[in-house]
């Protein structure tokens, strides 16, 4: 079968750096993508990588690494409003998302 | 403002009711997604449909019955559902089916079925 692992839930204090790992089996592989959704808002698209490696964006980072089936998002210099859930999706052999169930993240003062 | 929007957001229904759910896109994409969010559960994937066709469809329970009268346009029509279709119905759509095409969310549609 298809499987997604992140994290449930995490919490980072204001001003710190987070990392947020995403393990993956999947039929097939056409990239990985992360979302950031805000409770009762929708999902928004945060980055997508299909070659391994370092994905850098402003504050956030993705790092991607097919061989070892696995990815992170790297949150810097944490603020308040990056309090949020983050969902791991990767695109399989026929072109669908399959997602993981999210990382609620905590962000304290 | 993510340029997708769905109609209405908060729908509580019986399970004898009929009604359905909207979702229109202002973005100029081919392909559009509904999805259903439960709590504490990966996004599943309901029905995928690429310039009006679709091609997808999860085995997904007949109860739920997409409509795609044009490429900005989508439709879920509900009925005789159950209390465990109770959940967040997303709508999103995309430039195409393409790998690195991100999928743009609407606000969803908050179901509760009693």
């Known amino acids: 079968g298809q499987n997604i692992d992140q994290p449930t839930e995490m919490t980072a204090t204001e001003g710190a750096i987070v990392q947020i790992n995403c393990t993956y089996q999947?039929?097939?592989?056409?990239?990985l993508f992360w979302y950031q959704q805000h409770a009762g808002e929708a999902p928004t698209f945060l980055s997508y990588?299909?070659l391994d490696g370092l994905e850098e964006k402003g504050r956030f980072s993705s790092f991607l690494s097919r061989s070892k089936g696995y990815s992170y998002l790297l949150l810097k210099e944490l603020q308040m409003k990056d309090s949020a859930s983050y969902l791991c999706a990767v695109m399989d052999s026929n072109y669908q998302l399959i997602w993981g169930a999210g990382t609620k993240l905590i962000i304290k003062p | 403002e993510t340029g997708v929007t769905q109609t209405p957001r908060h729908l509580v229904m019986g399970m004898t009711n009929k009604k359905s759910l909207k979702c229109e896109q202002h973005l100029g994409h081919n392909a559009m997604y509904w999805y259903k969010q439960s709590a504490k559960k990966p996004l599943e994937l309901m029905f995928v449909?690429?310039?009006?066709?679709?091609?997808e469809n999860n085995s997904v329970p007949s109860r739920f019955s997409p409509e795609c009268p044009n490429s900005s346009h989508l439709f879920l029509h509900l009925h005789t559902l159950q209390p465990e279709d109770s959940a967040l119905y997303l709508c999103a759509s995309s430039q195409g089916l393409a790998s690195s095409y991100e999928q743009y969310f609407g606000p969803g549609t908050r179901l509760t079925v009693t």
């Open positions: 999947t039929s097939g592989f056409n990239g």
């Open positions: 449909y690429n310039f009006k066709e679709q091609t």
């Open positions: 990588n299909v």
